[in-house]
Structure formats: C-alpha cells, structure tokens
C-alpha cells in the first residue's frame, strides 16, 4: 500500500473557495503541515487542484500525527562539551 | 526629511511605476524553479497513479494539453497574453498571486 504524502508549502489565503474547499478536504489547515493519504484517483486529482500549493511524494507507509509531532520536535536538553 | 514625509517620487506627484514592465533575472529564475517544481509533481503524481494501474482525467488533460518546463518558450514563461497591452503581452509578474497560479498556454492564435 503506497501514499501521497502531502506538504502545504504556499498559504491558499487569497486562492479561489474551490482550492481552499479541496485543501480542507485533504485535510491541509496552515503551511508545512503534512498528511498521508492512499494513492487513489481521487486523492490526485485533489492534488491537481491545488498542485501550486503543496509538494507531494509517494511513500510506502504512513506516519502517524504523533510520528510527524515527534519527528519535527527539536532536540530537547543540553550537552556539556569537555 | 524622513521617515513617511521624505520627499519621494511618488510624493512629488510623478507618475512612476512601482511594478517593472518586465521580470528580473532573480524573478525569472524563480518562475522556472516553480514550473520545474509542477512538473515534478505532475510526474510523482502520475507514477504513482501507474503503479497501481490507474490513471486520472486531469493528469491526461494535463500532459496532453501543457507544455513541460523545458518545451516552454521564454515568451510564454515570462510573459502572458493580455487583451489591452500594446503588442498582447505583459509581464507574467503582473498576474494577481503569479507565484501561486500556472499560466502556461496562450489563447488560440496568440
């Protein structure tokens, strides 16, 4: 099972209610967030429509919200150098 | 004088044009990035769409009717149609949010 993994790199702010409606459906609120979704027709052509707005990649697992939460947490603590 | 009653330009009452009629070479750079950046997307799209066997109406429209980044003239990459220029053509940078819209055909004729 492969998916499309989805980033918002541009604001749809300002785009026409249909980009914005298909960028809801996708399930894309503000920039850099991400979402898996399987490889289906559907799903590409809402990637279609809002092509200018976001990256796309095909991946073979999903991640999960927490997965993608704790990925792009930054390294928390500190290191005392010698 | 400073601040926002210097003596300006625009202030002075002449006419000037805040937006150049043509794109810079940072600009045009930019736009090429952003056709390329399509492209590829376009493409994983469609690879991936093929592995599983299927295909989709707007990606068949899209490769049979759009020129690719590199198939594309300067003329159309930099420039777009317009009804009242003198010449039918303007600047692509006068496009409202022409960083985030694809304009890459030209009218029949044109």
Not at chain 2, 3 to 17: I, T
Not at chain 2, 41 to 59: F, P, R, Y
Request: charged residues 30%.
């Amino acid at each position: 099972m492969s998916y499309f993994k989805i980033t918002l790199i541009r604001s749809g702010i300002g785009m026409t209610k249909r980009q914005n409606g298909v960028l809801a459906s996708l399930g894309l609120r503000k920039r850099m967030q991400t979402v898996y979704h399987r490889v289906s027709p559907d799903v590409a052509g809402k990637i279609m429509k809002v092509k200018e707005l976001v990256a796309v990649s095909e991946r073979e697992r999903a991640e999960s919200r927490a997965e993608i939460h704790k990925r792009r947490q930054p390294p928390c603590g500190f290191v005392v150098e010698a | 004088m400073f601040g926002a009653f210097r003596p300006s330009q625009p202030l002075l009452g002449g006419l000037l044009w805040k937006i150049p009629w043509r794109m810079s070479a940072p600009q045009k750079y930019r736009q090429r990035k952003r056709l390329q950046r399509i492209d590829r997307l376009v493409n994983c799209v469609d690879n991936a769409l093929k592995k599983q066997g299927m295909t989709v109406a707007a990606i068949e429209e899209w490769k049979a009717s759009m020129p690719t980044e590199a198939e594309m003239e300067p003329r159309d990459k930099y420039t777009i149609f317009a009804r009242n220029e003198r010449g039918y053509r303007k600047g692509g940078h006068k496009v409202p949010k022409w960083t985030r819209v694809s304009q890459r055909v030209n009218p029949p004729g044109f």
